[in-house]
């Protein structure tokens, strides 16, 4: 007959020898430094009670010496081993006092420690009671699940609970964090109880959580946007079934991400969904006007189907009529441009115009630049102007910030404001906009708007010229010549002026050509500079080529073509110029 009444005092006598400090022949160092505590225990207790600490104390046998026996158990917690270890001795587990991932811990070092029939019992305990929160941390309770074969009943668990209500998983608070392998068993799962585009859609709310910076919106994505979300999917794709999603489907949901999918993949996918079911698609595609406009992307680039300009103008009309601010918006360039399509600046405006109104930034923008130079059927008019690239530059378009800097700077379109040209100017300057970057080293060379500061000066024109803007290359070629907002440096400076003068630039070109007579001396040269400048209307050119032909200077001299020369520069306000006509009126 055995009466369970007595156990408790068995329980409590064997939890006395374990507080007490006599009698004890094993010390147990347990946790990682510096998180080490050393226990005290029986090894004849240890022995019969723990399978894996009886393998461990075989290899450390008794000393007749006296001296104590000491085991290291550095994987397990030692808050977690004292529990486990009162429970080896009192056979005494009261889990309604421990937090549940602590029972979760004690459930591991249990199964470390080879304690084979807690087990079940902590599965049992977590199954019953505590399925609200394991559900809010499946990721925990998965990865924990398979990492031994003996938490069977948390596996079936797992395996459940993936198949019948994946919701639970997927719409947990902490979804974003669960692992890779937990997310491939998900999408592997052929008995999942959710439709496959809900099951792409969590996929791609998984990779975009892996880049917090990334929009949920793909129509905002860069290039690198679209890279990164591939590179973190890549492994992930392969498992999902497209061919279970409708032609809506794949037209909403799948299409937008396209730039994520293998080029392979894409253009099986769109024969399957454009080819094998033409009229379904026609259908599917008059409801929804970003499917209208993706088809006409896809028939103008050939991206899985022929190129067809026809189709594709017919599916952006489509699209633009059901109020598609990209499709309008891709239409006014077309007309304006005659793409496809006669030009036709009427309805290029209407179209620029209908965007625009929905919000559409590049829209705004093109509706800007039209009425600020009176082009595509309107009429200069730099108050439209001021208030169109303002709505784009709020919205960070780069130009548009630039452009609005040069009207606040001249009062076009608005009262001159110079604090909010420089505002402008450094937005789109910050942005990388090559043009803003030497408005405001112009600002600043000369006190436009801000504080004169040679320094910043010299530095904003640097960074728009190693950009390739060309004033700002001769510029910065004459602020190395002078010195100005840096020590002089004349090698620079002919750099420079070189480099801008062989992109047409006139003034450099003049400079180079002044530079080869003056200095080194090669008149040839010179006259070719000049020439080049003067056939661009610089009048300082024209001049001194007017002087060389006169002179004989590096070309054989000609003194009709020098009048010629000297007649246009004069007739522009060269005093010089007209000097020498007054003078001699040679070629006359």
């Known amino acids: 007959m055995v009466d369970n ?195 792409w859609e969590y996929v791609l709310k998984w990779g975009i959580a892996q880049n917090p910076e990334l929009s949920s919106d793909p129509s905002s994505f860069s290039k690198n946007d679209f890279n990164t979300l591939k590179n973190v999917l890549q492994h992930y794709i392969p498992f999902i079934k497209f061919h279970k999603l409708t032609s809506k489907e794949f037209l909403e949901k799948v299409l937008p991400y396209k730039k994520i999918l293998q080029k392979e993949l894409f253009k099986d996918l769109l024969k399957y ?42 599916w952006y009309n489509e699209a633009a009529e059901n109020g598609n601010e990209e499709a309008q918006y891709n239409l006014g360039r077309r007309y304006r441009f005659g793409i496809g399509v006669e030009k036709n600046y009427t309805k290029s405006f209407e179209y620029y115009k209908k965007s625009a109104d929905q919000g559409y930034l590049n829209a705004q923008f093109q509706l800007g630049y039209c009425y600020s130079n009176g082009i595509i059927g309107t009429e200069v008019n730099k108050v439209k102007a001021f208030e169109y690239y303002k709505l784009a530059a709020e919205k960070g378009h780069i130009i548009a910030q630039n452009n609005l800097g040069i009207l606040c700077e001249n009062g076009e379109g608005t009262e001159k404001d110079l604090e909010k040209s420089i505002y402008w100017y450094n937005k789109a300057a910050e942005n990388g906009n090559d043009a803003a970057q030497y408005s405001l080293g112009r600002c600043y060379k000369f006190g436009v708007g801000v504080e004169k500061n040679e320094v910043k000066a010299f530095e904003y024109y640097k960074k728009s010229a190693d950009q390739g803007y060309l004033d700002a290359q001769c510029d910065l070629g004459y602020l190395y010549d002078n010195g100005i907002g840096t020590e002089v440096n004349k090698e620079k400076a002919f750099e420079y002026y070189k480099i801008a003068a062989e992109k047409g630039h006139s003034i450099a070109q003049y400079i180079l050509g002044v530079f080869y007579e003056n200095d080194e001396k090669d008149f040839e040269k010179a006259v070719y500079w000049y020439n080049k400048a003067a056939e661009k209307g610089d009048s300082d050119a024209q001049y001194d080529l007017g002087r060389c032909y006169e002179s004989g200077k590096g070309v054989e001299k000609n003194d009709i073509k020098a009048y010629e020369l000297y007649k246009i520069a004069a007739e522009k306000g060269h005093n010089d110029a007209q000097y020498k006509l007054y003078e001699n009126g040679n070629g006359t």
């Open 273 to 314: 969904f454009l080819d094998h079911d033409c009229n379904s698609n026609k259908i599917v595609a008059e409801e929804n006007s970003i499917a209208q406009y993706t088809l006409g992307n896809l028939y103008e680039n050939g991206e899985g189907v022929r190129v067809d300009l026809e189709k594709a103008i017919y």
């Open 5 to 199: 009444k007595l156990l408790p005092k068995l329980s409590q006598n064997l939890l006395e020898i374990l507080d007490e400090d006599e009698y004890y022949d094993i010390t147990i160092e347990v946790g990682n430094d510096p998180y080490v505590k050393v226990f005290r225990a029986h090894m004849v207790i240890l022995n019969y009670r723990s399978p894996y600490l009886r393998r461990i104390l075989s290899t450390n046998k008794r000393k007749n010496d006296g001296t104590l026996t000491n085991i290291k158990l550095p994987n397990i917690l030692p808050e977690i081993f004292q529990i486990v270890l009162r429970y080896i001795y009192g056979g005494i587990l009261f889990l309604e006092a421990y937090d549940i991932s602590d029972i979760i811990k004690i459930l591991v070092t249990a199964n470390e420690l080879s304690l084979q029939e807690l087990i079940p019992y902590l599965e049992s305990y977590l199954i019953e009671n505590k399925t609200n929160w394991m559900e809010q941390n499946f990721n925990l309770i998965y990865q924990t699940s398979f990492e031994s074969d003996s938490f069977s009943e948390l596996q079936k668990y797992c395996t459940n609970l993936i198949s019948k209500e994946p919701n639970k998983i997927f719409n947990s608070p902490n979804f974003s964090s669960i692992s890779e392998k937990l997310l491939v068993s998900l999408i592997q799962n052929d008995n999942l109880q959710i439709s496959e585009v809900q099951v």
